[in-house]
């Protein structure tokens, strides 16, 4: 299977403990998107990665959240001193640095912080 | 700012309806493309279409059709002779640069 693949695809854990995902891309893509989806509502967008560097994050990106890409392959999103507030699907998306940079998405990750 | 506005949150039709999904953007943009995204309870995101700022030819993939209109800044999406495997929740998004910028999304409900 050559699509975005994500680890774990459902995790839960207490509040209050660290919790980190990681994502694979389609190998010949160098951005590298994630999105928090919550209940009922639409993906949102916290921060991309060209190769290895973070080009943009988004408020909703606590002090609590980051993400790395150290080698502009894989990327790892880490959450620490979960929240409740924090459950929902994390999605990652992948895609080549050129217009229209489509984006293909991941399965996901579903948190659950309990 | 750049919004995409989903104003049916939840829409149920009996099997074999048609049934049309709205969706309305807002951009400053000149260049732009619209999505749309189909979300089965299995929770993955499925591409359906997207569609550049400069292309308003509508288009039609089986029973799935897609009306753009720039004048109202809205990209409709309508299920023809709907079928229980279409129930999903279905989303629009905006990408302008990098990033994609979904709507709340509309949950369809197919009946038998």
């Known amino acids: 299977d050559t699509g975005v693949s994500q680890d774990p695809r459902h995790k839960i854990t207490k509040r209050g403990q660290n919790v980190t995902f990681r994502c694979d891309p389609i190998s010949e893509h160098n951005r590298l998107y994630w999105y928090r989806q919550t209940l009922g509502q639409g993906p949102e967008f916290l921060t991309y990665?060209?190769?290895?560097?973070?080009?943009?994050k988004s408020r909703l990106l606590s002090d609590r959240f980051s993400a790395e890409r150290p080698k502009g392959s894989f990327s790892t999103l880490e959450i620490q001193r979960t929240e409740q507030g924090d459950s929902a699907m994390y999605l990652c998306?992948?895609?080549?640095?050129?217009?229209?940079?489509?984006?293909?998405f991941g399965p996901g990750t579903r948190l659950t912080v309990t | 700012a750049q919004k995409v506005t989903q104003a049916q949150t939840e829409i149920s039709v009996v099997e074999k309806e048609d049934v049309t999904l709205d969706c309305v953007y807002e951009t400053r943009d000149t260049t732009y493309y619209l999505f749309w995204y189909k979300q089965p309870p299995s929770g993955e995101l499925v591409f359906l279409i997207r569609?550049?700022?400069?292309?308003?030819q509508n288009e039609i993939s089986g029973r799935y059709s897609w009306n753009f209109q720039k004048s109202t800044s809205s990209f409709n999406f309508t299920i023809t002779a709907s079928q229980v495997v279409d129930s999903a929740v279905y989303f629009c998004?905006?990408?302008?640069?990098?990033?994609?910028?979904f709507g709340k999304g509309t949950r369809l409900h197919i009946l038998p």
């Open positions: 569609r550049n700022s400069f292309d308003e």
């Open positions: 990665f060209q190769n290895e560097a973070q080009l943009e």
């Open positions: 998306a992948s895609s080549l640095a050129f217009l229209p940079y489509e984006q293909y």
């Open positions: 998004a905006l990408q302008s640069d990098d990033k994609i910028i």
